[in-house]
């Protein structure tokens, strides 16, 4: 073949409509359990405008419909909007983005400006050639046209009201619970948009200072970091110091370094912002509290 001639068909990998960039962040999956939110943690692989790909710590199934939430490095505030799974491979799930707002995709774009693309293209699959010991078997015989006639019974009237009520009952059941998945669907999502739009209202201010070793007992989800590679090469481990505003429904809303090595500081707030809390009371009543967070870091 010539330089100038083309590829041979299939040879040639699969081009990418949407460029993916790698990334390793912290993700909140929610989705409806038995018609309640349930979350589900996980961290992302690849993400662009069109979605993200994951490692999670449960399984989905392909067209399920999931809240996905996540803090891109050096990003302004977490992005949260709906998705769709559109793949599972064993831990490792793919997610559409629903309706991405234009803010929520420059700030996607404008952190894609720093990062490296992946490939344009998908490697091409590797043709499975047939192994020389593979041996070709004789089909099984089949009986005889006459005998499978005698074999099946003839239908009759009586037999052919019993299959069209059992028929009719079927699908009168499968109507009933159909109707009542799709209520609790609705009802469970409704719930779960309504838990989203609350997280979009600015946190009160702190109704009180919480020593370390008091909410610490509060803890009830922590995501542990990951260490820097950069950090690692270098030899760099110690504990960094974060002041933490944590709202009254247990999440973190506010991080500010204190202490601690300049390497290990933006992965121990991307740990610590998906940290979940008891709710601590004022009074009998949940409140917003402001507290000191540690995160350490060993080699």
């Known amino acids: 073949m010539s330089a100038s001639g083309h590829p041979a068909s299939g040879l040639s990998g699969v081009r990418r409509r949407i460029p993916r960039y790698p ?9 409806l359990r038995a018609g309640a939110p349930a979350s589900i943690p996980g961290r992302s692989l690849d993400i662009g405008e069109g979605g993200v790909a994951a490692v999670l710590a449960a399984e989905l199934q392909p067209g399920e419909w999931v809240a996905v939430e996540l803090q891109l490095p050096n990003a302004g505030h977490a992005l949260q909007t709906k998705a769709v799974v559109r793949h599972h491979n064993q831990l490792r799930c793919g997610f559409e983005f629903l309706g ?84 609790q669907w609705h009802r469970g999502w409704q719930q779960l948009e309504s838990r989203m739009a609350r997280k979009d209202v600015h946190a009160q201010p702190p109704s009180a200072q ?51 090595p300049d390497g290990l500081v933006s992965a121990a707030m991307d740990a610590a912002r998906w940290w979940r809390f008891r709710p601590y009371r004022v009074r009998g009543e949940p409140a917003a509290v402001e507290t000191t967070l540690s995160v350490e870091f060993r080699l």
């Open 23 to 31: 990334v390793a962040i912290p993700v909140d999956i929610t989705v």
């Open 100 to 183: 991405l707002s234009g803010d929520q995709r420059s700030m996607i774009r404008s952190w894609a400006g720093t990062a490296q693309p992946l490939p344009s293209t998908l490697p091409p699959k590797t043709p499975v050639s047939a192994s020389p010991s593979t041996k070709m078997t004789a089909p099984l015989p089949t009986p005889a046209l006459g005998m499978q006639a005698r074999r099946q019974p003839r239908p009759t009237p009586a037999r052919n009201l019993a299959l069209e009520r059992l028929l009719r009952l079927t699908l009168a059941l499968v109507l009933v619970v159909g109707v009542w998945a799709a209520w």
């Open 210 to 260: 919480v020593p370390p070793e008091v909410i610490e007992r509060l803890l009830v989800r922590r995501v542990e970091p990951v260490y820097p590679e950069a950090a690692r090469r270098a030899n760099i481990q110690g504990t960094v110091v974060l002041d933490a505003i944590i709202a009254a429904d247990g999440t973190v809303v506010n991080l500010r370094p204190v202490s601690g």
